[in-house]
């Protein structure tokens, strides 16, 4: 039986993929370890996948509690940092497993899995490894650079010599800030501390897995070749995918369908957004359904408050959705045609919204440009805009997970 290693360092966002092509790879025969924080045990073996703990449930909890950790420049910052912190870990625990398995996947963060593969190579050893990309936003490109939005430098305004010359200073200033983070864990595996970090080396020169298709984001000529567009991962991560009783009744019940609002899985710091977002549907006499782990409870309240419902059995039946950009929520909100109001925070999804509003399927929304009654003023008009329009996206590239099994395979049969 082949066997794979998946490795991840992230929030639900970021593990749910992996249970997806976990459960592809387990469908077609395989042994299936996945590697993540404490946090995400019971989910990854409920799904029938081995779990591997790489990170406690304090730790995450720690990190998702920093009130910066969303913030547009120093909640990247933070995460890097605490990849950076894992990564010897995980480098130790990947060369330590990797003759018990056929190839490794990892997510974009866990640094070590690069780590352990020159590690390895420098002993003469190959170990086959797919870098898993879930957002176009992390391939540097001159010719078709990502949306940072307050994240980073706006690039797409810039002209391509000026783009050339941001990039090579980001190399510079990205370099020092993380090298040093990272030099003891090269040591212990008898590497140099990488260079061009985010250029080009958290890229494997296996195989990179993108996981959108290409009409959302055509592989530009300075990608690695080695890059595979695969599709969306479908699913919600491996649970239930359905709707409780009590849930249908409800929708079931209302007038007009909805307007679901979340703000991402680990974000517990979007109070002022939840609120405007409640307070803009009063205005505009519309029912919202809260989605988050932090919310408090909807008494005295006409909205309705959850923890979690899987998106992809809720999106159909609601009007729009506002959310925060991140890749998962934005898949599955294009696969469902429900349109969107999109206020990102940080990381991915200044360029997601980007790619929304110019595929028609919604409208970005700064946040931080506007305050208050004029951040209300500004949703009242998206909800009153986005309830009437037709998002038409192509009806392929939602079968990621297959894709990513697909290409996974071939690595393992030495294909290009």
């Not at 290409?214 to 592989?219: G, L």
Request: aromatic content about 10%; hydrophobic content about 40%.
């Amino acid at each position: 039986m082949p066997r794979a290693l998946l490795v991840t360092f992230g929030s639900h966002g970021d593990v749910n993929p992996f249970i997806g092509i976990g459960n592809e790879l387990r469908r077609r025969g395989w042994g299936v370890t996945l590697a993540a924080n404490e946090v995400f045990a019971e989910q990854i073996r409920a799904a029938g996948l081995d779990f591997e703990q790489l990170g406690t449930r304090e730790q995450f909890e720690e990190l998702i509690d920093r009130p910066d950790v969303f913030h547009p420049t120093r909640g990247v910052r933070m995460v890097f940092d605490e990849a950076c912190r894992f990564a010897g870990e995980t480098a130790d625990f990947v060369r330590d497993s990797a003759g018990e398995f056929n190839v490794v996947a990892a997510s974009t963060l866990a640094f070590g899995a690069r780590i352990a593969q020159d590690g390895l190579a420098g002993k003469g050893d190959r170990l086959r490894l797919a870098t898993v990309h879930l957002a176009p936003s992390i391939f540097w490109s001159v010719e078709d650079p990502p949306e940072y939005g307050r994240s980073g430098p706006p690039f797409r305004r810039m002209p391509r010599w000026l783009r050339r010359f941001m990039y090579g200073g980001l190399d510079v200033i990205s370099d020092a800030l993380l090298r040093g983070k990272l030099t003891e864990a090269c040591r212990r595996h008898g590497i140099r501390t990488p260079r061009r970090i985010f250029r080009s080396w958290w890229h494997s020169p296996d195989r990179v897995l993108a996981m959108f298709p290409e009409w959302y984001a055509a592989p530009a000529s300075d990608w690695p070749g080695v890059v595979r567009c695969c599709g969306f991962p479908a699913g919600d991560g491996g649970g239930d995918a359905t709707l409780s009783e009590e849930l249908v009744a409800w929708l079931d019940g209302l007038d007009r369908p909805p307007i679901v609002a979340t703000f991402g899985t680990g974000n517990a710091h979007a109070d002022t957004l939840l609120r405007a977002a409640l307070a803009a549907a009063d205005r505009a006499d519309r029912i919202v359904l809260a989605l988050s782990r932090f919310a408090d409870g909807n008494a005295g309240s006409r909205h309705r408050f959850e923890s979690y419902v899987p998106l992809s059995a809720l999106l159909p039946r609601v009007g729009a959705i506002v959310h925060h950009g991140g890749i998962g929520t934005t898949a599955r909100a294009l696969r469902s045609g429900t349109p969107q109001v999109v206020t990102p925070f940080s990381f991915d999804q200044w360029d997601n919204a980007r790619r929304v509003e110019e595929l028609g399927c919604g409208i970005a929304i700064d946040q931080y440009r506007r305050s208050g009654r004029h951040l209300v003023d500004d949703l009242v008009e998206a909800f009153g805009v986005q309830v009437s329009v037709e998002t038409r996206v192509p009806v392929s590239g939602f079968d990621g997970v297959t894709r990513a099994a697909d290409e996974i395979e071939i690595l393992v049969g030495g294909g290009p």
